[in-house]
């Protein structure tokens, strides 16, 4: 079985990564902190302490011939994902992956309003994270086509499981839009999306882009009633878009302020994905089984 190599291995790499051991596959993992790095040593997963930030740290990268999944999130500000520039620089020619997997979101798409988006959609972020993962597609498919290295995209939205419930923000008393007045958004269950990266890399061609999502759009305000009622927390204050933005994080207030209605078909018919949590009701009722 050919090479696995997850760069950036938190909640979603530990999945895929813990999916191929499984297999019987060979996984590494390059990480940032030492004590994570012991922990998925202890799971048999090899890893590579290092520094995306640092480019003195990434060198001689163990990626030859392996599919790479690209995890690592962009560091915040700016409209450029300096990270992923340092990560290719760092492969050396001919030694690198034999194909990529990058994790980008659906906030390339901007806002959508209620029209349905297709991976034909054009791609017109207005906030600079959703800036960010747009510029990191566009260095990862630049370089694979000068190394003749497929390139698959998967842009992801918002994620959710057994450790992914907003915890901290229902029990800070963050408040959410009116439900009257929200926006769209769209979600995706842990494990449906562990099941999709490993498809990506089996059934995903050079260029293709999949929407990932569960195809059913609901909103914030949704969402984080039905994580209150299944963990039996107060349901949060609703606020008008005036109050809203007095009163939200800036990064809060990014995600309520773009709408979009995800189109799943690609992701399903390609790859051949059937999900297991279609819902958002059977996705929550899984995270109590889950833990």
Sequence with gaps: MTDIFIAGCGDIGRLVALRYREEGASVAALIRSPEKAAALDALGIRTVVADLDDPSTLAGLTTAGAILFYFAPPPGGGNLDPRVRNFCAALAPGAGPGRVIYMSTSGVYGDCGDAVVTEETPAIPQTAR????????????????????????????????PDRLPVSQLTSGQPVLDERIATLTNRIHADDLTRV?????????????FNVSDGHPGTMTEYFNAAADFLGFPRPRQVSW??????????????????????????????????????????????????
Excluded: H
């Excluded at 566009?138 to 842009?155: D, M, T, Y």
């Excluded at 189109?263 to 018919?269: G, H, I, S, T, V």
């Design 130 to 161: 959703g800036k960010r993962r747009l510029d990191a597609e566009s260095v990862f498919r630049e370089w694979g086509a000068v190394n003749k290295v497929p390139v698959v995209i998967l842009r992801v939205t918002g994620i959710y499981g």
């Design 197 to 209: 990266c490993l498809a990506a890399a089996e059934r995903g061609d050079d260029g293709d882009i």
């Design 242 to 291: 005036e109050e809203a933005r007095q009163v939200m994080s800036p990064l809060m207030l990014s995600y309520v302020s773009e709408s979009r209605r995800m189109d799943n078909r690609k992701m399903l018919e390609k790859l051949g994905i059937t999900l297991r949590y279609p819902t958002l009701a059977e996705g929550i009722r899984a995270c109590g089984n889950e833990t």
